[in-house]
């Protein structure tokens, strides 16, 4: 009976195993994300990439290479600030790899509106999103403050109150600080 027991309990142990659903491992995201901008023409800062995940949100993003060359003087006709990957479906942005296409109408010094559009690898623009831009310098310092244009990423939930309940809004928080003079900061939340 006791052996009986056991091989029960091991077969479904085995079942309950087997059927766990796969989850990529940060590494994986990052490797996927390395891959898809090379393949779509997109040199990175590799050494720039950040991840974050959560039930809700897998994120993994870095900025591009050259970036830190282009003056704040560029943000009216836009500029490649960013590659991504985004898989948030709450968020109705469909799971993907994007470019971050930066634009700010009225560049100036001090704190400013643009957008930023995601840009899916055969070009098409999926959203657009408002983004506040923190401009210190509308000319490319010389030299450099830092080498290399810093991405971060922050997961957090905001509260939300719906018919008189509270719940937590997932919020994911893009900045991208860069030494040519400009921090980009966007907010996707749902």
Same mark, same amino acid.
């Given at each position: 009976?006791? /052996?009986?027991?056991? /091989?029960v309990?091991?077969?479904?142990?085995? !079942?309950?195993?087997v059927?766990?659903?796969?989850?990529?491992?940060?590494c994986?995201?990052?490797?996927?994300?390395? /891959?898809a901008?090379?393949?779509?023409?997109?040199?990175?800062?590799?050494?720039?990439t950040?991840?974050a995940?959560s039930?809700?949100?897998?994120?993994?993003?870095?900025?591009?290479?050259?970036?830190?060359?282009?003056?704040?003087?560029?943000?009216?006709?836009?500029?490649?600030?960013g590659f991504i990957?985004?898989?948030?479906?709450?968020?109705?942005?469909?799971?993907?790899?994007?470019?971050?296409?930066?634009q700010?109408p009225? %560049?100036?010094?001090?704190?400013?509106?643009?957008?930023?559009?995601?840009?899916?690898?055969?070009?098409?623009?999926?959203?657009?999103?408002?983004?506040?831009?923190?401009?210190?310098?509308?000319? !490319?310092p010389?030299?450099?403050?830092?080498?290399?244009?810093?991405?971060?990423a922050?997961?957090?939930?905001?509260?939300?109150?719906s018919?008189? !309940?509270?719940a937590? /809004?997932?919020?994911?928080t893009?900045?991208?600080?860069? %030494?040519?003079?400009?921090?980009?900061?966007?907010?996707?939340?749902?």
């Amino acid at each position: 009976m006791k /052996k009986q027991f056991l /091989k029960v309990f091991a077969f479904i142990a085995a !079942v309950l195993f087997v059927a766990q659903p796969a989850v990529a491992s940060e590494c994986d995201t990052r490797e996927a994300l390395f /891959k898809a901008a090379a393949e779509s023409g997109v040199k990175l800062n590799l050494e720039q990439t950040v991840t974050a995940s959560s039930d809700s949100i897998t994120f993994a993003g870095s900025s591009i290479a050259g970036f830190e060359q282009i003056p704040a003087t560029r943000l009216p006709r836009g500029v490649d600030a960013g590659f991504i990957y985004l898989n948030a479906p709450e968020s109705g942005i469909p799971a993907d790899f994007y470019r971050l296409h930066t634009q700010a109408p009225a %560049p100036q010094k001090g704190i400013h509106e643009g957008t930023v559009s995601l840009v899916s690898r055969s070009g098409k623009v999926v959203a657009q999103l408002p983004a506040t831009l923190e401009t210190w310098s509308m000319e !490319v310092p010389r030299p450099l403050p830092y080498e290399r244009t810093l991405m971060e990423a922050q997961l957090h939930n905001e509260p939300a109150s719906s018919e008189g !309940v509270m719940a937590a /809004k997932p919020r994911l928080t893009i900045i991208i600080r860069c %030494p040519n003079g400009t921090t980009i900061i966007i907010r996707i939340g749902w």
